[in-house]
T-cell receptor
């Protein structure tokens, strides 16, 4: 158990809908990362937050947004969902940023 | 522009032998490198890391070597065990705190 909690574990939704994925980082970790892993693909970095502020942005679509709350948990919002958004979405946390990150078990999103 | 490259999508090694996974990077500002292991449908788990001030770091069966002049690092696993079969990701970071990931290498340990 990495200490990073992601909910829900599985999510099935229709095209055009909006979903919210939630991440609780390890206690004391200030940095949260979101990643997308499509079928048999590598990890695609989406976005990083550090202590509530956006720190880095990767290949995140405009239809996607994220935030980190004062209690350091984070949410990833995916809207106007398309079939191609079906993927595993991972959240990771680290004490700062330039250290090892610990990953949650992921949320498997299926868009039908 | 891939700043971290793992050029071998897969690698097959006999159980008990040495597994060597390679990673190349282009950004000379990277100062911290990490290796992660990932099983299907699970999150990656941290294996071992190395700072740019070192050229080797060892942890049990796992050793990471860093060659800064060649911008190359490698992960050695010896002896390889069946449970080592997984996808291995190399990642690097600089002072902007963002981890840059390679595409991964699938390691298959044959009995």
């Amino acid at each position: 158990d990495s200490g990073v909690t992601q909910t829900p574990k599985h999510l099935i939704t229709a095209t055009g809908q909006r979903v919210t994925l939630r991440c609780s980082p390890r206690s004391g970790d200030l940095s949260v990362y979101w990643y997308q892993q499509s079928l048999d693909q590598g990890l695609q970095f989406l976005i990083q937050y550090y202590n509530g502020e956006e720190r880095a942005k990767g290949n995140i679509l405009e239809r996607f947004s994220a935030q980190q709350f004062p209690d350091l948990h984070s949410e990833l919002n995916l809207s106007s969902l398309e079939l191609g958004d079906s993927a595993l979405y991972f959240c990771a946390s680290s004490p700062r940023g330039n250290t090892e990150a610990f990953f949650g078990q992921g949320t498997r999103l299926t868009v039908v | 522009d891939q700043q971290v490259k793992q050029n071998s999508p897969s690698l097959s090694v006999q159980e008990g032998r040495i597994s060597i996974l390679n990673c190349d990077y282009t950004n000379s500002m990277f100062d911290y490198f990490l290796w992660y292991k990932k099983y299907p449908a699970e999150g990656p788990t941290f294996l071992i890391s190395i700072s740019s001030i070192k050229d080797k770091n060892e942890d049990g069966r796992f050793t990471v070597f860093l060659n800064k002049s060649a911008k190359h690092l490698s992960l050695h696993i010896v002896p390889s065990q069946p449970g080592d079969s997984a996808v291995y990701f190399c990642a690097a970071s600089a002072s902007n705190y963002q981890l840059i990931w390679g595409a991964g290498t699938k390691l298959i340990i044959k009995p």
